[in-house]
């Protein structure tokens, strides 16, 4: 690899990103893997020539870069696309974080040298300067405009493809044609990094989610890692300290204990059952309860059944009778709920 040019290197690296777009293997397989690291080290080492020619300077405009060179502005891009494509779950937050500084620097790249188009500017400072995305029916809006214009900027691309393959190479038109079909690809790919920023930004999210609940279950009884203190306990044999004796003759403690006068509690506490026992009998609730004064005996009419009247008796019909016509007349002066006042408008 060392031998090969900064245009092979970057040319290998973009066949690798269209290769893996194609292919049928998973992202899993070992052979799709391969891909993916031959990609890494190809664009990564164009990268680094790049920087060491110092290809891109912040005091050129875009008019002074050639398209021969115009093209390696695609290196970070490509380096964030391919580190995405890495299937290792365990690092898998570190790849994300490689992922966006890639397309980040991308993004700043193609910022200096003014190709970042206003709609692009406002969605890249999200990122860039940590502002707050728009509400929800404006991000639909936004996601609606932004398929039509990557749609057809690929349409765009097709095309100039298109009069590219039917142009001599030396034509002069060609250089022209060249220009203009990697300013739309560089477009086209600084509409994709944001979209890449967007979804890297919610998966690491989840990855912080998933990282703290797998720190939670190594920390269970049971799952092989705890604390030190428990890692302690473990070493420790539970017979430990039963077998040597707890001072020396000359009274020089030889382990730990504890000095007490509640033996007796202690063992109550020990040896006694797991439900709480009742501590009174009912008579003895309800006497206290009747101390307390809840309890009310006495009032009312006795529940006695009532005494019958003898036919015999004349005074006493006499008087039964009086009794109900009193209460017949009282009852129809004073009807049922004729005292009740509350609910009448």
Known sequence: MDNLSLGQLFQRGQATISELEETSLASADPAYQEKVSHGLSCLTRAQALVDQL???????????????????????????????????????G???????????????????????QAQDMEHMKRYTEAQAGPAPAQQRHEKIAQFKREKAMREKLKNLRTMLDTIDENNDERDETEREWVMALVELTIMTSLQ???????????????????????????SGESSTADAVDRRIPPTWGHDKPLMTKEGKPLQPF?????????????????????????????QREEERGNIIRGGGESSEEKKEIDDNDTEALDAETMKQRAWDEYTEANPRGAGNTMNRG
């Not at 060179?69 to 365990?90: C, M, S």
């Not at 790849?95 to 890639?102: F, G, M, R, S, W």
């Not at 910022?111 to 970042?116: A, P, S």
């Not at 000095?259 to 509690?265: F, L, P």
Request: net charge negative.
């Open 94 to 116: 570190a790849i994300l974080d490689t992922a966006k500084d890639h397309y980040l620097t991308f993004l700043h790249l193609c910022q200096e040298h003014q190709l970042v």
């Open 196 to 222: 890449q920023l967007h979804g890297i930004e919610q998966e690491a999210v989840m990855v912080k989610e998933m990282e703290a609940m797998a720190k939670d279950r190594r920390r269970m009884p049971g």
């Open 258 to 286: 504890v000095i007490t006068n509640k033996r007796q509690q202690m063992k109550d506490q020990v040896f006694r059952p797991g439900w709480s026992l009742p501590t009174m009998s009912i008579d003895e609730y309800l």
């Open 54 to 92: 110092s290809i891109f300077s912040s005091n050129e405009i875009l008019e002074d870069i050639n398209t021969h060179d115009l093209r390696f502005l695609l290196i970070p891009a490509y380096l964030g696309e391919l580190t995405l494509k890495q299937n290792d779950t365990a690092k898998r």
